[in-house]
Every structure is written in structure tokens, then in C-alpha cells.
């Protein structure tokens, strides 16, 4: 791996006149209200342990500074990508709306030092700094203040109109009041972050697998996906691949009549034991974790270190199993769920063995079907 090189970065110099997108390995927006609670009351604490009354923009030059922490970019060509930082950057992004919002409601000039952060001008078109193709009309309406109805739209759309929500609700505006121009000085000159780039894939996975966004750690499909998603070089056979795990992922988690967050995870455990699996821990004390275990914990760098046995690693294998075999023994795992809850002719043993709490017929019942 190369020397990733570090910048400090305040949020002006982070956002302004530039623009970030996101890789297909990566995973949704997902902070929810907690995480954006956390964060106004951090930004805010910090702020006001420095504003006193009556002090003018000007004075904002002598408050401490605040660090968000640090985020990972790739560049490929002229595009920065982030490969660890989106939910922070989204975030900041929305705030940075709402403030603008406010802040030209109130007919404050501080409005015109935010708008570049959050937009440019490309020939009268409205360039955002998130350039992400499928939340664009979602940032728009937001920035513009029309309505938006995320229904039906992907997960991250769905979150980012809910957070922006939660941002509109929080009464931080008239919390601080007429200190809110000093608040956005701040906020644009005094906070920042650590910015970390690398100038290829390879690294970027590297980092990405070690690396997790404040408040919300990455999880073991996400890492996954990003494993597999790494190789495939040809951008629209990736963004197939990502398009059919992501439809994949969300029919699994959210099944009728029993929506779970955790329940691709509960069927990757399954599918990996049920056809990958060959060995066991040893029933004796200071035995070492063996595939079974593994599969159970950290079944993401299991798939990585037995890449072989499991036939990915390139390519071709690796589009295959996300487009192919990952789809088709989810919908033979939510087959078997759905028969184990209601009786169906055929598969009457499936719900009598449910219903007498048979642990491992989900992964039992995966093992004959074969895809490849």
C-alpha cells in the first residue's frame, strides 16, 4: 500500500467548490436520530462553551477549535470518492441546508458564505457536493425547500429526508438565537476534520475495511459486499452487481410479517455453513475457532481468507455469486421462513420442525439446492 497522505481540513475547505461521490461497495446512509442528536448536541456544547452574549462574527476567530475526526478519500481522475466519512459528510450536509435555510429566512448574509458548500453553479445547473446520481432529486428538493415524498425510494433517500426532519425539529435555531450567524462562522472556519486520501481501489478497500464512521460501525454485509464488489472493475457490471445485493439485502430485511435489520446477516451465516462450511471447533478446552465459529463472527474476512474453497476472488466469480447464487439461496431462505411460520402443503415438516424450535433447519434446508 502506498503512504496515504493526511490534510486537515476545516468544513469550508473540505466542501468548498468541490464535490464527493460514493462507491457501489458502499454501504447506505444509515445514522439515525440518536446519531444526529449526538452530533447537534456536540457542535452546539462546544460552541456555546465559547460564545458569550453580545460578541460580534469577528470574534469567532478567537474560539477553540473543534475535530470531527477523519475521513477517507480516493481519487480516480477528477472524482473524489469517500471511502470512509459519508455518514459524517451527508450529515454536514444537511445541516449545512438547514442553516442555510434558516439563516436566509432571517435574511442573515452569513446565507451566501454557506450556499457554495452545498452547491456550485455548473452553467446555471445546481452541481451538489454530494454527487450521488440516486439522492440528487432528494438534496434538491431539500436545498430548494420543496416537498419530497421518499416513499418507495432507496434506503438512503428514505434516511436522508428523516434526518433532515430531525434536524428541522431539533429548535436549534431558536436555541441559539442571535448567536446563530456566530454559530455558522464557526461552524465553516473553526471545526475540521482529517482528511485522508489514496490514489487507488486497492488501498481504498484496505482502509475501508479497517476504518468506521463515527456513531455507526460498519457491518459484517457491508464489508462483504465491499470485498466483493472490489474486483469488478467495469463500472456498469458493478453497479448491477450492488443494484441486485442491495434489492436482495432489503427483501431479506424487510420480509412480511416480520421485518429484520439483522436478518441478512442471520442468512449469510446460514448459506455460508450450509454449502461452504467443512470443519468444526474441537469440543476440548483451548480449541481454535474453526469455520463454523468463524463463519458465525467475521464471516466477511472468513470469505476473504478462503477465497479459493469458496470460488471468489475475480471478477467473473464474484459478480456470479452477488447476481446469481447470493439471490437465488435468499430466496430459498425466505421460502423456508415462510413455511415455517405457515403450514403449506408440501412443506408440512418445515413448519412442525419451527414450531418445535428445530435450531438448524435453516441451515440444513440450504444445503442440497445447488445454483453453480
Do not use: C
Not at 477553540?64 to 480516493?74: C, D
Not at 430466496?331 to 414450531?355: C, K, M, W
Request: charged content about 25%.
Amino acid at each position: 500500500m502506498g503512504s496515504p497522505t493526511p490534510y486537515y481540513r476545516t468544513i469550508t475547505q473540505l466542501l468548498q467548490s468541490r464535490s464527493f461521490s460514493v462507491d457501489d461497495y458502499q454501504r447506505e446512509y444509515k445514522w439515525d436520530k440518536p446519531n444526529i442528536d449526538e452530533l447537534l448536541s456536540d457542535l452546539v456544547g462546544a460552541f456555546q462553551n465559547a460564545y458569550r452574549d453580545g460578541d460580534p462574527p469577528r470574534a469567532v476567530s478567537g474560539y477553540p477549535t473543534y475535530f470531527l475526526g477523519s475521513i477517507i478519500v480516493t481519487r480516480r481522475g477528477s472524482t473524489d470518492f469517500l471511502v470512509d466519512g459519508q455518514q459524517r459528510v451527508t450529515s454536514l450536509t444537511l445541516l449545512l441546508i438547514y442553516l442555510y435555510r434558516e439563516t436566509k429566512a432571517r435574511d442573515l448574509s452569513v446565507f451566501t458564505t454557506i450556499e457554495p458548500l452545498i452547491f456550485s453553479d455548473d452553467l446555471g445547473e445546481q452541481n451538489f457536493n454530494l454527487k450521488i446520481e440516486d439522492r440528487l432529486p432528494a438534496i434538491q428538493a431539500l436545498f430548494n425547500g420543496e416537498d419530497y415524498t421518499p416513499d418507495g425510494k432507496d434506503e438512503s433517500t428514505q434516511t436522508i429526508v428523516h434526518r433532515y426532519g430531525d434536524i428541522q425539529s431539533s429548535g436549534l435555531s431558536d436555541e441559539l438565537g442571535q448567536a446563530l450567524p456566530n454559530f455558522v462562522y464557526w461552524l465553516l472556519r473553526n471545526v475540521g476534520l482529517i482528511e485522508i486520501t489514496t490514489e487507488n481501489d486497492t488501498d481504498a478497500y484496505a482502509i475501508f475495511e479497517t476504518m468506521n464512521d463515527r456513531g455507526k460501525p460498519l457491518s459484517p454485509v457491508d464489508m462483504l459486499k465491499a470485498y466483493l464488489l472490489a474486483p469488478i472493475d467495469d463500472p456498469d457490471r458493478r453497479s448491477v452487481a450492488n443494484r441486485v445485493w442491495r434489492k436482495t439485502v432489503h427483501e431479506l430485511t424487510s420480509w412480511e410479517p416480520d421485518p429484520n435489520p439483522e436478518r441478512d446477516s442471520s442468512f449469510i451465516k446460514a448459506w455460508l455453513r450450509a454449502k461452504y462450511a467443512e470443519t468444526i471447533r474441537d469440543r476440548k478446552a483451548g480449541a481454535s475457532d474453526k469455520d463454523w465459529e468463524l463463519i458465525s463472527t467475521t464471516f466477511h474476512r472468513w470469505i476473504r481468507d478462503r477465497a479459493t474453497h469458496v470460488g471468489v476472488g475475480d471478477d467473473k466469480s464474484n459478480f456470479l455469486l452477488m447476481t446469481e447464487e447470493f439471490p437465488f439461496f435468499a430466496r430459498a431462505y425466505r421460502r423456508i421462513l415462510d413455511a415455517g411460520r405457515r403450514y403449506t402443503d408440501g412443506l408440512e415438516s418445515i413448519f412442525y420442525n419451527a414450531h418445535n424450535e428445530f435450531t438448524w433447519q435453516n441451515t440444513v434446508l440450504l444445503a442440497p439446492p445447488k445454483r453453480r
